[in-house]
């Protein structure tokens, strides 16, 4: 599978460098992948990162882009073009913005399939925090912006309600909920005998001026200077891209101070010795944007974290297990009090670092980066699938057309099936040779889209849920025929976009690759639910099963009839 990574790239550093980094670092070490990176213009003087095949095809509040980014891309003919974005990564001016936005439809229009994971959505954003003018004209080109936006074939959103804003106000567009992850390959166990000794470093990380600003722990690090003498600040990172200067005026009002320290931007290889020598990570925040990389970058390490009370770092300690504690937003008191309560409790800082430790050991980027592969190795089966069934839908009385539609079949399924079988069932295997992919419900209740090969005339197509009472349906976890004799393409029960195990005590096994018309995929409909993966869904007001057949056109073990 040939995957171009569209996004910001070191030595750039421009706003989403590292998640782009570290998704095309899991990228390059999967087997049958090739990967390039689209990625955006550097200084002539700059070097390109070893292992990585780069093409500079973009440069930030450029109106070129699309016309420079779409050649490349059609030079290269890649099987998948991934965005890695959010709405000014391509620009800080309106246009450019607009254009960059634009671009996962553009290049799906010249006929390549385009995923993007989307890091935040202009209803969410704070447009006042943000620096913005005019803002009922930034909301409705946001508005504007996130339906081209939705032609992409497929969208992943790292928080439940984006995915919720997005099916109420636009409703439509194949929208996947993924963990953000953590931005290492693996996490590390928290240091803790370099934590408060001799100093406790409250580190404060970002790109500051918009609504991360430091005047509010400025002032707060004043009281909580006197209660814990051994405290220090750190304070990472560079200017927002909207406020150039920023760090370097509050630099001016403070450098006196012994026991705070400015250190700039910070290499990837430096991190890891930031975080694991920091007691406890800050985030005074007035406002967010998205799920936070700063949290999941000190969740890697296992650091503690206090951070504004705002609905998006809740959602975020909800949905991931993270621990952090919260004071009231903007309040200078609230903020010393927190920090100075966590300072002062070891046992309180230890089990934060280890909590935050085992959430990052479930959210690990190479699992994510798995999960994103089998949805793209799947797509590509399902596109085919799709392509097949409309031959069904030719008039019967066309000649051959029965082995026309058998000959298509196996020609297509043979020339897309190039990923090892292991590594499609990686982490969805069973142990029976079941496949359990990732198809998103809609609604969240764990019924998927049900389809089904049939074997009589070699003929595939898609199965929609039977209406009527049968109870023989099937849940997401466990609940289909033991004996083996099919395997079956099953949504996740959250909802979220995120797979879940059948048998979760089942070893993964290397199973030989089923044929065609073995493979029987099978799912339910209730009620009035709208089932949806990346670019199929159905509807149904009951629940059923088809009757599938086996190689050799018999009925299939274990199936039942669903009239």
């Not at 074939?153 to 996947?176: C, E, F, Q, T």
Request: glycine content about 10%.
């Amino acid at each position: 599978m040939k995957i171009c990574l569209v996004t910001a790239f070191p030595p750039s550093r421009q706003a989403l460098n590292e998640y782009g980094f570290h998704i095309a670092r899991e990228l390059s070490q999967a087997e049958e992948l090739s990967l390039t990176i689209l990625g955006d213009d550097i200084a002539p003087d700059e070097k390109e990162l070893p292992g990585y095949s780069v093409i500079r095809c973009w440069s930030f509040n450029s109106l070129r882009n699309p016309v420079r980014l779409l050649r490349a891309v059609l030079q290269i003919r890649p099987d998948v073009v991934w965005f890695n974005l959010g709405f000014a990564s391509f620009g800080g001016k309106p246009l450019p913005a607009f254009f960059g936005v634009a671009l996962p439809a553009l290049v799906r229009a010249a006929g390549f399939y385009t995923h993007v994971t989307l890091h935040q959505l202009m209803e969410t954003v704070d447009l006042k925090d943000a620096g913005v003018r005019f803002r009922r004209v930034y909301n409705t080109a946001g508005y504007a912006a996130t339906q081209v936006l939705l032609f992409a074939n497929s969208i992943s959103v790292l928080m439940p309600a984006y995915r919720s804003i997005l099916r109420k106000k636009y409703g439509r567009g194949a929208v996947y909920v993924r963990n953000h992850g953590i931005l290492s390959g693996r996490p590390e166990y928290p240091a803790f005998e370099r934590r408060g000794n001799p100093e406790h470093r409250i580190l404060a990380f970002g790109k500051w001026g918009t609504y991360k600003r430091l005047e509010p722990m400025l002032d707060a690090f004043e009281i909580i200077a006197r209660r814990v003498p051994n405290a220090q600040l750190i304070i990472g990172g560079t200017d927002h891209p909207k406020t150039p200067g920023y760090l370097e005026s509050v630099k001016q009002k403070c450098w006196r101070h012994p026991r705070i320290k400015f250190i700039g931007y910070v290499p990837e290889e430096q991190i890891p010795e930031l975080f694991q020598s920091t007691t406890v990570t800050v985030m005074p925040y007035t406002s967010s944007a998205g799920s936070s990389g700063v949290a999941h970058l000190a969740c890697a390490y296992g650091v503690p974290m206090v951070a504004s009370d705002i609905s998006d770092f809740r959602e975020l300690a909800e949905e991931e297990g993270l621990a952090i504690d919260f004071f009231k937003t903007g309040d200078i008191q609230s903020l010393a009090k927190c920090l100075i309560a966590l300072l002062q409790n070891p046992e309180h800082q230890a089990e934060m670092a280890v909590q935050n430790f085992s959430a990052a050991l479930r959210i690990s980027m190479p699992e994510i980066i798995r999960q994103y592969l089998r949805t793209f190795h799947l797509q590509r089966h399902l596109s085919v699938l799709t392509s097949v069934s409309r031959l069904r839908r030719l008039p019967r009385w066309l000649p051959l057309r029965p082995r026309l539609a058998r000959l298509a079949s196996r020609r297509l399924i043979a020339s897309l099936a190039t990923a090892p079988i292991t590594q499609l069932l990686d982490g969805q295997s069973n142990g029976r040779g079941d496949i359990l992919t990732l198809g998103q419900p809609v609604n969240g209740n764990g019924k998927g889209l049900a389809w089904s090969v049939s074997a009589g005339d070699g003929l595939l197509g898609i199965t929609r849920p039977a209406a009527g009472d049968e109870s023989g349906s099937y849940e997401s976890q466990g609940e289909h025929p033991t004996d083996g004799s099919h395997s079956s393409f099953l949504a996740p029960s959250s909802g979220n976009g995120h797979s879940h195990h059948a048998e979760a005590g089942q070893p993964k096994s290397v199973v030989p690759r089923p044929s065609p018309s073995s493979i029987v995929h099978r799912g339910n409909g209730r009620g009035n639910g709208e089932f949806r993966t990346d670019s199929l869904s159905s509807r149904g007001n009951g629940t059923g099963l088809k009757r599938a057949t086996d190689t050799n056109g018999q009925p299939g073990a274990g199936e039942r009839d669903g009239a």
